[in-house]
């Protein structure tokens, strides 16, 4: 019952009929873009009726490109690009795939020597329609579907009209799986059986035959609804229709037309040259250029955005190529997917899923098990009903991150050619996958690799993009995550205004930015771009555009967000061996304006003002640290632990937080961040962290007003969670003032406790409870005093409990290569020295 179900529905709406022995001239074959039964009908059909010359839908200007499509360099997936020459970010795809009715015909023309021509519309004329209507820009030639963008889908009505629901399952069962059973095998030429499972000359008289039936069910469609809600079709039509009769004047009437199968009525239209030529006048015109470019299967899969028109071009891809038995093969390689991902899947999972699929595919009356057949059987037998590893399986395999190649021969941009050489020298092959790259600037190839990416990410190719490293975190490290997206090549052709190199392009961009910028922000951050794309040369335009923004603003909060770039410019340039002196003075003097403006700046604050005030407080903190390493500028003594006066620029910011932490008038957001500040720095004495927050927390400041103190103490996840933790003083001031609060204020207070407390992490919290539930830790018996505690730790040393770790410690700080005389851990000092050095 199943087989008569399935020859039932397998058949094309009009039935097989008989083939004259000479075709009809000019033979127009109508095709599905990316279709692979589609591509082998079309090579059959070829193959049967060896016409002179071979058409191909898509702009007249690729015809000098066309022969760069034999060469051995050229793999697909591959597209045409064209853009517009003043603006090269109005651009056009025509993506070609092996599977592609359009490469299978470009192929099997220039495998013979037979010319080839391409009839659509002027890329010149439809880029600048593009750019009138306001339209997508991607050539409809991309469009999988030649309905892909009317209103109106043929296939949809063809698939409706022959019962079937999913007009996408229609085609596959009349075209796509023709020829497919267990007995097809691939012709010579690397296609994969027939279009009726045929070889030989019934192949061919067949695969015209089913053109012919589907020109005529594409006509029925175009006589019901017109040009289907494209009005641009018209124009097209009269073009291919003008070049179909320049073709047969110059090559005779053997001539093969591949087009979309909704134009092949408008093809066979008996219409005047003249009437033509009207459709096609007063269009708009633009200068434009075309190159070959990589594409992606990921790209012409229709989720992406580009609307080819399939969903699974790993799929089609592998019914194109597989030599026999489609299905078998298929499931096999999704086995070895998920074995590769440490999935239990043996041979008998495949020999089950086989089967599987194809009692689902007779249950529902298909002539071969389809993709939706075969990934429901992946899903029950391989996944174990899981769509986790399904998930996987379509992202690898139905979709697919195949990378085309272009041959270094075929014309390119000079950038483009440029970047193509660079990447080469520093073998960094573009890549259709994500993976990261961990590059140590102190090696020379890393750190061109590094000037490279930063370079593009300048231009806006962003090929790269910085990500967390899972190592290093010193700034001899960088990770990158990489991933070569087909866009990428408009970008490129969009920076070629700048210069011909990537670094006379990235160079000129940089200086542009600088003259246009208008906050200082900007051009801080342009400053250190340029040092890590290694741009001494926009360097001084940059210096100059910064002093004039740096003189211009006085606002504390744009000095605040511009002085850590700035810094880190500075920084990363001592690194790279680059000279900073400019930057640093430049620096040096917004770290002194931001001191001397921040304390008046932070009166007469509301919360959220103090919020953001807060923020730049920790900017500027970071900022005057790094400043102070690099120029051995602060004193290394603490001001009131060590007796010694802070002196330089660190001194007198931590003169300024002395100043906010104990002023009155100020935000308690303000005021418990700076005394944080200060205690992090080593600034306070033994027990000063618990005295301030004692008087804060005493019963005369108001509640609201402790708990904003707390939150900035302790809140805004900067690990004020573990200083309570190890710290049971300040946890215990804080527990004995919380459970104090007047029920009349504690609702008040309640939501400035939550938002501090909720930034920890749930250890963290947990922790909190377990000590607060435990009271005051009892005493273990007498400590003897070792030295001045850690800031944030309790006043004694456990030795016998902190001599357990120490092993631990020195590997983590490499000390275990030091001479025995840096062994001395009585000395805090001796282990901060260490830990410095091993961080720089």
């Known amino acids: 019952m199943s087989a008569a179900v399935t020859q039932d529905r397998a058949a094309p709406p009009p039935g097989p009929r008989a083939v004259p022995a000479e075709p009809p001239w000019p033979l127009l074959l109508g095709v599905r873009h990316h279709g692979p039964g589609s591509a082998r009908a079309v090579r059959s059909a070829l193959d049967a009726c060896e016409p002179g010359a071979v058409l191909i839908e898509g702009p007249p200007e690729a015809d000098a490109l066309v022969d760069f499509a034999a060469e051995e360099g050229m793999r697909p997936p591959v597209a045409l690009l064209a853009h517009a020459v003043s603006d090269p970010g109005q651009a056009a795809f025509w993506p070609l795939a092996e599977f592609s009715p359009e490469w299978v015909a470009i192929q099997w023309a220039l495998s013979r020597g037979v010319p080839v021509r391409f009839i659509d519309l002027p890329a010149t004329n439809s880029l600048a329609l593009a750019a009138r209507t306001g339209a997508d820009g991607e050539a409809e030639a991309s469009e999988g579907d030649p309905a892909g963008r009317l209103r109106v889908d043929p296939l949809a009505v063809l698939a409706e009209a022959a019962g079937y629901e999913e007009p996408e399952r229609w085609w596959e069962d009349v075209v796509e799986h023709r020829g497919l059973g267990p007995g097809a095998g691939a012709d010579t030429t690397g296609g994969q059986g027939t279009a009726d499972g045929v070889d030989g000359t019934g192949a061919g008289t067949g695969a015209v035959a089913s053109f012919a039936a589907l020109g005529e069910a594409m006509a029925a469609l175009r006589a019901e609804y017109g040009h289907g ?49 009207g459709l096609l006048k007063g269009l708009p015109k633009a200068k434009v250029e075309l190159s070959w470019v990589p594409w992606t299967h990921r790209r012409l899969a229709r989720h992406s955005g580009y609307g080819a028109g399939i969903a699974s071009p790993g799929w089609y891809s592998h019914l194109f190529h597989a030599a026999d038995r489609p299905l078998e093969r298929w499931l096999t390689k999704v086995a070895g997917l998920l074995r590769a991902e ?22 529902r009356g298909r002539p071969l098990a389809g993709l939706a057949e075969t990934m429901d059987a992946v ?38 050619r440029d970047l193509t050489r660079t990447q080469r020298s520093l073998r960094l092959k573009p890549e259709a996958l994500d993976r990261e790259l961990e590059l140590d600037l102190r090696k020379e190839t890393d750190a061109a690799r590094s000037r490279l990416l930063h370079r593009l990410r300048l231009l806006g190719v962003d090929w790269g993009t910085p990500a967390a490293s899972r190592g290093s975190t010193g700034t001899f490290r960088e990770t990158w995550r990489l991933r070569w997206e087909p866009e990428l090549s408009v970008r490129v052709a969009e920076a070629g205004v700048w210069g011909t190199t990537v670094l006379s392009a990235a160079t000129t961009r940089a200086e542009a930015k600088a003259v246009d910028a208008t906050a200082l922000g900007e051009v801080t951050d342009l400053a250190e771009r340029c040092l890590l ?14 002093a004039d923004r740096a003189a211009l603003d006085a606002d504390v909060g744009h000095l605040a967000q511009a002085l850590p770039a700035l810094v880190r410019s500075v920084r990363y340039g001592d690194v790279r061996g680059t000279d900073t002196a400019a930057l640093a003075e430049v620096a040096m003097g917004l770290a002194e304006r931001a001191l001397v403006g921040l304390p008046p700046a932070c009166f007469g604050l509301d919360a959220d003002g103090a919020a953001e005030m807060r923020g730049h407080m920790e900017a500027v903190h970071q900022a005057v640290g790094l400043l102070a390493e690099i120029r051995a500028d602060g004193g290394d003594g603490a001001g009131g632990e060590g007796g010694r006066p802070d002196i330089g620029l660190r001194g007198r ?3 300024v937080l002395r100043g906010l932490g104990g002023r009155d008038g100020i935000s308690g957001v303000i005021r418990g961040r700076a005394a944080r500040l200060l ?31 707390i939150e900035g103490f302790v809140g805004g996840g900067a690990g004020g969670g573990m200083l309570l933790v190890h710290d049971e003083r300040l946890l215990g001031l804080l527990d004995g003032w919380l459970t104090g609060v007047p029920a009349e204020a504690f609702t008040d207070v309640l939501p400035l406790l939550r938002r501090t407390f909720s930034a920890y ?27 001045p505690p850690a800031p944030g730790f309790g006043p004694g040393l456990v030795e016998g409990r902190a001599a357990a770790a120490l092993p631990t410690v020195r590997l983590l700080l490499g000390l275990d290569d030091y001479h025995s005389s840096h062994d001395n851990h009585s000395s805090p000092n001796s282990h901060d020295n260490h830990a410095s050095e091993v961080a720089g």
């Not at 047969?248 to 066979?268: I, K, S």
């Open 679 to 709: 205690l992090d720095d080593g600034r306070l004495v033994e027990g000063e962290a618990a005295r301030l927050m004692g008087l804060v927390l005493s019963p005369g400041t108001a509640p609201v007003e402790a708990a904003a103190w």
């Open 229 to 277: 809600g494209h009005e641009h079709d018209a124009a097209r039509e009269a073009q291919m229709r003008l070049r179909l009769r320049e073709a047969r004047r110059e090559f005779g009437d053997r001539v093969a037309v591949v087009c979309g199968a909704w134009h092949v009525p408008a093809l066979a239209e008996r219409t005047t040259a003249t009437a033509d030529r």
């Open 533 to 546: 794309a290694g741009l001494p040369d926009a360097l001084p335009v940059v210096m100059r555009a910064l």
């Open 761 to 787: 992490d749930a250890g963290v919290r947990r922790t909190l409870g377990e000590l607060v539930r435990r009271g005051p830790a009892a005493a273990d018996g007498p400590r003897p005093a070792g030295g």
């Open 342 to 363: 440490d999935f239990a899947v043996s041979s008998a999972h495949v020999i089950e899923a086989v089967r599987l699929a194809e009692t689902l595919a007779a249950m």
């Open 653 to 655: 910011w931590i003169g």
């Open 379 to 416: 899903r029950a037998v391989m996944c174990e009903g899981s769509d986790v590893p399904l998930a996987l399986v379509h992202d690898r395999l139905v979709v697919g991150d195949v990378l085309g190649e272009v041959p270094e021969s075929a014309p390119a941009t000079p950038l483009q």
